[in-house]
Nanobody, 127 residues
Framework: QVRVVQSGGGSVQAGGSLRLSCGANGYTYNSASMAWFREAPGGKREAVTATCPGSDATYYADSVKGRFTLSRGNSENTLILQMNSLKPEDTAIYYC????????????????????WGQGTQVTVSS
């Protein structure tokens, strides 16, 4: 199994910014699908953003479009999630996920598609 390690997050006031990073050892952007999910207390795990070789474009949840940006890190197996204009509704545990599968389409944003998960990072946005 590929090891997924994530870092970043923390606490910020509404309107502020945070950055998350995710490294998937043994993967590259062109050989794996990777995504960020989040899970609020008592809520379901939902996709925030995902990049799959079989998809035409990076997926962003409607709730984060225009505020969150997924980009390539300094190393080819690293993804950076820049989160701007944060809202209290963004408060959740964020999980990085990866899979060697390269299918595109809606499956790219489904948690069941992913095999390897990071440890989770808390993001807290205060009012």
């Amino acid at each position: 199994q590929v090891r997924v390690v994530q870092s970043g997050g923390g606490s910020v006031q509404a309107g502020g910014s945070l950055r998350l990073s995710c490294g998937a050892n043994g993967y590259t952007y062109n050989s794996a699908s990777m995504a960020w999910f989040r899970e609020a207390p008592g809520g379901k795990r939902e996709a925030v953003t995902a990049t799959c070789p079989g998809s035409d474009a990076t997926y962003y949840a409607d709730s984060v479009k225009g505020r969150f940006t997924l980009s390539r890190g300094n190393s080819e197996n690293t993804l950076i999630l820049q989160m701007n204009s944060l809202k209290p509704e963004d408060t959740a545990i964020y999980y990085c996920a990866a899979t060697p599968d390269t299918l595109g389409g809606a499956i790219c944003a489904r948690s069941s598609f992913y095999d390897d998960w990071g440890q989770g990072t808390q993001v807290t946005v205060s009012s």
